[in-house]
């Protein structure tokens, strides 16, 4: 392997007008993060120990799970070292929106994964201070390995049509435990298929003989000496997926299978001895954990989305196809317009979520810590701003990865570009914690509420105070501000004219029959919404985070704000024309503009995306490696085939030679 | 397995308002072909061999090429008995239109694929006489294995730029086969790695010291008693890639690899046996191999679609989630406006291409049949529809089907659905055959000739014919016609805009930086010229193909055109708003129209796609097979894992339990 940096690369990186590790350090928040982040990744990232011999798409499906069990048993004890340099809870969450170590080692994901993101959060959440002593320890410590079961076969995010039954048994001081039909069996947790020994199930809860709805259990399923499901549970894995393949997602049954009283986590609702049951004092309490794991995920897409913006970037750099003039030399891909048209677009998403992650999170914090004062107003309006955030960035990324991978041409479709991993990573957010549409929908319902309570003047909350506003426009406004502002007015429009057909709907129908016929209508509303909510803050949180910052920096960062925000224009121009004053000649300047922007962005692109710093262990791409070598990269990794370790393969012998002699 | 058909599949069947086999038969172009079909598949599919016992997800990589490779002989095999019917080639490709055994065998293709689809082409377009006596019978007779190589590690759609040379040396009436460099390997094609022995290969041809062009070589790869690579021959393969990992892709390097002069095909260029160059006589004729990989390819690409429609359709009516009303069941998914909007323009997408594919393949006979008599007109006219049908379809389908797998929630993330995989298939096409970006610029390049011409007062060709007509548009006409016309009025101006800005560039740059400055907007105009053909053409074949229908289906495909020109009026209202007259009123028109016809194609749903009569071998996904018992299919494919053959697995001896004991 060339050990010089591709040359074409290598100009791109001269040429470009900011410095790139003053924005590093503003996305870690602050150089000593840099610092101790690159640390960290360097020191375990050398362990060869947690590399593959052989990459994990060669193995079998039994293999990649036995692979990635040895890792993540070794990577936790890597990992320990640093926890004991005592980050709070909150900074470390804070810390680990910068870090990448587990996806470099997990291609398809940790089988431990659910025991650090759910297990133990909803033992801390929703145990008593008795439930947390007895096991929290055990879980911290991996005396036990958990997960958590929520979906099932038959139901995913109606999760009042969870069908797993919890009984009580007053007498026996008992739960029972049961899976009463197929599609009432667990289907997906991570880690439950041959993994965990322990779990947390939600189940409907019935006790004298009443049903009060699902309450969280802590289960035991396998034997801690021998790891044999217990009598009553069947266990096992749902089989191969699209990613994740290393994640061990399982099924789990019940046949009245019994567990002691003090397995209900208890910090909300109780059963009593006697079988008596106490509701929960504040049920809102409950939006707490999903929007915390919301929060996340709008980081863990933007991230997604950064690592392939970074490969496709610098392999369009390193490119070179096609003559534009018939005595140049072949150009780089990167000089295309079509193609800055198809990448830009990208690292201006990826930084636009980046943003929102971050800010959200300071939401979120601030709202948790007014709630332990008592305050829980705030937290409605954060749920809003979680779900469509989570949808939008879920959604965005995933279609502009697939952008970045078509980019790169027929070598996008390898493996070892990584594209196709990111992509399927990446959709699957789509689907999980909440479906898209789903989200969409409670969107919606906030927002025709507040529609409602606006127009009897009630104040809203400040994500969706414009909505109060329904002054007509009066001209178009082309500055960034009033393109956003613009966005706020094609919301308005929208949310109106769905009220007025949900109005219409209901005098011919039911609410909910009226409900459903305007859906389609109601999804696009709460859509344009939350392109509005990611416009204003992208806009924010650029001016905040680059207050302080070198004026080449802030302007590299202006523009591809810039270009975000007309892109976004170009894009709707049918709303924008229909609820913002828009006029041809302005579709056209605002075209011009975008095209100029390209050129703006243009010498600075491979620095926004060098920013990132990613290692090549994380990008783990032939294309996207820091070196640019990527054809160099792609013959190895191709040689790693164990059908390149022999030049002629047994089947030539068992069936294609006699086939070719007419004996088969 | 229940043996029963889920109740609510079929009710949904008994609803539905048309006779779904009159729709088959016309799809498979008369009944006898519909029956013809069904033999055939129910003959060649009821042998257990090209079963897999355990499914191919299961398997590490090469155990994937080699159970492939012993299903491709024995496929062969079953398959020589049909082939001596005696179709005509045309015929069978027909035929194959509606053939669907290859993909219910190899889920990731073929190794044999190239052999069939571009070897024996090949030969058969590109070489003389007594090559194609020589060669031909060998390679039918599969005494010999071959593939095509064109595409190189660094050079795709960009022919000219092929680094591979064979150099003539005169003295020994030889060419000398080199890869001069590492990115002049051939990377990609089909059965290259490890299967075939012969190869075609795109070279740069050098003759008397000069470079002469590309040109194709039939190669000796392997020897044939051994299967070793020949001297100076270096063969491999390429590594994992998203799907095709059958297909044994693989590359190809030469180092002073000699063959006699009579491997070069010689149908149109020619080197004497001095050395001397003989040019083509007709380059145009090079079009029409590709032209014919383009069409066939929008049959493909459509019937990826139907297939995934089909999946998530059926699955969409069983799956009940949510309910609705409080005291009513669970409601079947299918009955959410939402997931009629995400579904049922699938659906019609689906029979859009499969029309066009039809159409463009009457179209292709039709020009080559006149090619024959020395009339070449038409050809540059098909050249653009069917690169503008290429890229619609690809772009389109595989964009709906990921639409079909999100559809179907955290279900459609698993293989046993089959969606990822028909995903993966589809958007390859995207990159394959000319990459898209690349042929919406060609198509590009004609237009804007196309326009020109017009203005000096030529006669386009049909399909461009509307581009003459620039008189404005006088009012919004909300009729099927009205909107197709409407389309075309946004494609003039696209086009008119377009060539507004490549004047303006071309005033301040090169022409060709202008045309490059200009890109962005001339592929936007490419696609709106495509995309009003496709509703062109859709229209006419609906009309065509159901002229002797029953009123039942002619109702019911009339709703589904209908369905597709409302929604693609919808997704483009910021066109229409600028181009069409389209007002406030007429969207918001066209939007309840939208959600009537919804409602009317709601009951007819399943139907339209039960008549692509898919086999459940050929869908392959416990999501959609005809029964409908998706739970007890889920549940029986995740029960062929091999991980789910012991209880526990050994790695919880070797790493979890001493981990859990704090001994590792």
Known sequence: M???????????????KFNVEELTNILDNGKENTAKRREMESSILSDKNLKDEIPEEYLSHKEKYENAIRKAVLLYR???SYASQALSLQESQEFNFRNSIASAIFKEGSPLMLHFGMFIPAIQGQGTEEQIKKWL????????IGTYAQTELGHGTFIRGLETTATYDAEKEEFVLNSPTLTAYKWWPGGLAHTANHCVVMAQLYTKGKNCGIQAFLVQIRDEETHMPLPGVKLGEIGAKFNFNTVNNGFLGFENHRIPRDRMLMKSAQVLKDGTFKASSNPKLVYGTMVYVRVIIVNTASSYLARAATIALRYSALRRQSKLKANEPEIQVLDYLTQQHKLFIAVATSYAYFFS??????????????????QVDRLPELHVLACSLKVLSSADCSSLIERCRLACGGHGYTLASDLPQLYALCSAICTYEGENTVLLLQVARSLVKAWEQAHKGATLSPSMAYLSDRSPVSAWDSSVDGIIRSFQKVSVGKLSEAVRSLKENSQKMSPEDAWNMTSVQLIAAAEAHARAVVLSIFKMEVENSMFAASAELRGVMTSLLELYVVYWALEKTGDLLLFAKLSEADVRALQRRYERLLTEVRPNAVGLVDAY????????????AYDGNAYERLMAEAMKSPLNQEPV???????LKPFMRGKL
Chains 1, 2 share one sequence.
């Open 2 to 16: 060339a050990q010089t940096i591709n040359v074409d690369l290598k100009r791109e990186r001269t040429k470009t």
């Open 78 to 80: 890597k990992m320990e």
């Open 137 to 144: 320890k055990r879980a911290i410590n991996m005396e036990i």
């Open 357 to 374: 992650a971050r800010w959200v999170w300071r939401l979120y914090k601030k709202v948790t810590m007014d709630m332990q004062q008592g």
């Open 613 to 624: 710093d990613f290692r090549d262990e994380v990008l783990n791409s032939a294309l996207g």
């Open 649 to 655: 393969n047994q089947t030539f012998h068992k069936y």
